[in-house]
């Protein structure tokens, strides 16, 4: 295993398997490395298994066989409380629906992983403000989700993402309920917040282009994963 490796899959699998059924081999002993700063793409068409693959490299679905090591170290191999306590410290996500607390406002949104990480409550307060800044959205941190635009309950959704300073932002289909002008803007703001705040990002997206400007290209094919020549030197 490389030292320098900060996420390494090891023969990573996942299949279904329902009484009186044939098997379902969604995955098939995928390796993939992921370095600090990285940016990959993941393609394939509905149902090749994609979001699942993501969601295994975030701790939230475990493998049939195989394994996900985080700077050297077996994650599922770690007791639930720790595991949580991994992906609040160490990953973002952002998904395609954006998952906001209704009747919290976006600050109370973005602060909520800092103060469920045992941030003191000022410094959580002070990092979720510039957040909700950076991601444009200064003049509304005191409205619910319901009074703001499915772009802006998105980039609430990336601001809390970024809370912990995560070494690895995943991203699942995120602009896939936006428009497409308000997709394009939301695609762009996290590639800009990929370059300053020097994370690994990992995303799911049935959308070719946008994926073309990620440094690395995969395609899931059969439950494989499969490198393109496609990508951008990131």
């Known amino acids: 295993m490389d030292p320098n490796a900060l996420l390494v899959t090891s023969g990573l699998s996942k299949h279904f398997q329902r009484p009186h059924s044939p098997r379902i081999d969604v995955l098939r002993k995928i390796d993939l490395q992921i370095y600090p700063g990285d940016s990959i793409a993941i393609v394939?068409?509905?149902?090749?298994?994609?979001?699942?693959?993501?969601?295994?490299?975030?701790?939230?679905?475990?493998?049939?066989?195989?394994?996900?090591?985080?700077?050297?170290?077996?994650?599922?191999?770690?007791?639930?409380?720790?595991?949580?306590?991994?992906?609040?410290?160490?990953?973002?996500?952002?998904?395609q629906f954006h998952y906001l607390m209704l009747e919290f406002s976006a600050l109370e949104n973005v602060m909520m992983p800092g103060l469920l990480g045992n941030l003191p409550r000022k410094q959580a307060r002070a990092r979720a403000e510039a957040l909700l800044d950076r991601v444009g959205l200064h003049d509304r941190l005191s409205h619910r989700p319901g009074e703001l635009s499915g772009g802006e309950q998105q980039r609430v959704a990336i601001a809390r993402a970024l809370m912990m300073n995560p070494k690895l932002l995943l991203t699942d289909e995120m602009t896939g309920n936006l428009d497409p002008i308000t997709g394009q803007q939301i695609f762009e703001l996290v590639l800009?917040?990929?370059?300053?705040?020097?994370?690994?990002?990992?995303?799911?997206?049935?959308?070719?282009?946008?994926?073309?400007?990620?440094?690395?290209?995969?395609?899931?094919?059969?439950?494989?994963?499969m490198r393109q020549s496609t990508g951008l030197p990131r």
């Open 44 to 95: 394939g068409k509905s149902g090749t298994g994609k979001s699942t693959l993501l969601h295994m490299l975030g701790t939230l679905e475990a493998p049939t066989s195989g394994n996900v090591y985080f700077l050297g170290q077996d994650l599922f191999s770690f007791p639930e409380k720790r595991l949580s306590l991994f992906r609040n410290r160490e990953l973002g996500f952002v998904f």
């Open 192 to 225: 800009q917040i990929h370059d300053e705040f020097k994370m690994a990002i990992v995303s799911v997206t049935h959308d070719e282009q946008m994926a073309s400007c990620y440094g690395r290209v995969y395609r899931l094919i059969d439950g494989k994963l």
